[in-house]
């Protein structure tokens, strides 16, 4: 099982980025999708979670109203769409997966199973 992290990079603040996660699991439409972040000597934080048909989101609060979180299971990718970004989004941006559940415990990075490799974020005052 592969977790593929893409689209991070270097932007000024108050710009926008896509991040793109495409996974090889076989059955990408039963997994919940989440990403999070981790910032240099801090911990990895969550940032935004789907659940497995799409019919629920949730974001950190830190990031509502700027970021989006999709999916298209026709083409076993998540997005996260990232506006208006400011120099705290920087931060090394990860995928996660975890097989259909509790969606109240969205949050909690142990309860997903599998992890993309990371894609670096960087946002210029």
């Known amino acids: 099982v592969q977790l593929q992290a893409s689209g991070g990079g270097l932007v000024q603040a108050g710009g926008s980025l896509r991040l793109s996660c495409a996974a090889s699991l076989r059955i990408f439409s039963s997994y919940d999708m989440g990403w999070f972040r981790q910032a240099p000597e801090k911990e990895r934080e969550f940032v935004a979670a789907?659940?497995?048909?799409?019919?629920?989101?949730d974001y950190a609060d830190s990031v509502k109203g700027r970021f989006y979180i999709s999916r298209d299971n026709a083409k076993n990718t998540a997005y996260l769409q990232m506006n208006n970004l400011k120099p705290e989004d920087t931060a090394v941006y990860y995928c996660?997966?975890?097989?259909?559940?509790?969606?109240?415990?969205?949050?909690?990075?142990?309860?997903?199973?599998?992890w993309g490799q990371g894609t670096q974020v960087t946002v210029s005052s």
């Open positions: 789907i659940n497995w048909r799409g019919s629920s989101v």
């Open positions: 996660a997966a975890r097989w259909a559940a509790a969606w109240e415990n969205h949050g909690r990075p142990d309860t997903y199973t599998y």
